[in-house]
Structures are given as C-alpha cells and as structure tokens.
T-cell receptor
C-alpha cells in the first residue's frame, strides 16, 4: 500500500457523460500527478499540481480538467466522454516536485460504453 | 518533448538467470530515471531510481546504470525469481530544471518479464 488513495475503483458510464475521479495523496505530500494508462497509448502524464497550483501539464485533452484543493486532495474531471477515454487513471503523489519519488495509487478503471 | 524507448518488449528467462532491460531517452536535460514494476491490474510500484549525478545504483538483486553521454539507462535483475514476473517500465524526467518544479515522467512502453521455473 503506497498511502495514496483513489475513488472509485471502477466506473462505468456512457459516451457524452461527465465523471469525477478523486485522489488523496500520502500524508505530507504536496504534489499530485495524474496519469492515464491505455493499451494503445501506454502510461501518459496528464497534469501535476503542487500545493494547489498547476505545476506541469502533459497532453491533457481540453475535455479534461483537474484541481487540487486546500486539503491537498485532487479531482480529475472528464467530460463529453468518448469510447477512447476508457483507461486506467492513476494518481501519484510526492513530497515536492523536482526529482522526488512519485508513489502511485491503485487507480480508477474507467469504462465508457 | 522527451521520448523514451524501451527494449525488449518481452523477455523470458529461466529462474536464477539475470534479466536486463534497456532504455534510451532523447532530452539531454533529463536528470531523474525511475523504474516501476506493474503487476496485472495493479499500480506501478517504484523498484529503483537514479539521478543524473550518479552512474550506478544497486539495491539487493536490482541495479540500474546510467550513461548520460549515450543517453541510455538499464535495469539489471540478478537471480530472478518467479515473483519478478511483471511488466517493467522505465521513465525519465527533467525534474524541475526547465519546468519550474514540475516532475513530468515520460514512460517507456514497458517490458513483459516472464521468469520460468
């Protein structure tokens, strides 16, 4: 157990819908990262927040957005869902940014039908 | 942006043999190189990482080497055991040097390691 928690574990929804994935970092960690893992794209970085502020951005779609709250938990919002959004979404956390070790949560498996 | 290539995509070894996985990266500013192990349907777990100020790091049966000139790094697992069977990912990051503290990991495509009895 890495100490990073994610909810829900599984999510099944329909195309066009909107969902919210939640992540709580390890105690003391200020950075939260979101990654998408799919069979055809592998593990892809989406976005990083550090203490409430966006710190780095990957190839995150405009339909996706994220935020980190004052209590440091983070939410990833996915809207206008498409079949291709079906994937495992991982959250990771680290103490700070830079080269701090990132610890991954158990992931949320999203299935879009 | 950064591009990380990983080889081989699959690797089958006999129990007790050594396994080597190789990665190359494109961004010479990269300074942090972690390796993750992922079992089916589970989270990636860090097994070892190396920063650009060292050339080699070892932790029991696992070692990583880094050649900054050639821009490649490798994972070495000795005395492999069946529980080593999993997918292994390498990754690279510029670790905030050019990104104001950002630590975006760019992952390789993974190596499916199978340790046979």
């Amino acid at each position: 157990d890495s100490g990073v928690t994610q909810t829900p574990k599984h999510l099944i929804t329909a195309t066009g819908q909107r969902v919210t994935l939640r992540c709580s970092p390890r105690s003391g960690d200020l950075s939260v990262y979101w990654y998408q893992q799919s069979l055809d794209q592998g593990l892809q970085f989406l976005i990083q927040y550090y203490n409430g502020e966006e710190r780095a951005k990957g190839n995150i779609l405009e339909r996706f957005s994220a935020q980190q709250f004052p209590d440091l938990h983070s939410e990833l919002n996915l809207s206008s869902l498409e079949l291709g959004d079906s994937a495992l979404y991982f959250c990771a956390s680290s103490v700070g940014g830079y080269t701090d070790t990132q610890y991954f949560g158990p992931g949320t498996r999203l299935t879009v039908l | 942006g950064e591009n990380v290539e990983q080889h081989p995509s699959t690797l089958s070894v006999q129990e007790g043999d050594s396994a080597v996985i190789k990665c190359t990266y494109s961004d010479s500013a990269s300074n942090y190189f972690p390796w993750y192990k992922q079992e089916l349907g589970k989270r990636p777990q860090l097994i070892i990482d190396i920063r650009s100020n060292v050339g080699e790091k070892k932790d029991q049966r696992i070692a990583v080497t880094l050649n900054k000139t050639a821009k490649h790094f490798s994972l070495h697992i000795t005395e492999t055991q069946p529980e080593d069977s999993a997918v292994y990912f390498c990754a690279a990051s510029t670790g905030g040097l050019l990104t104001g503290g950002g630590n975006k990991l760019t992952f390789g495509t993974g190596t499916q390691l199978k340790v046979e009895l």
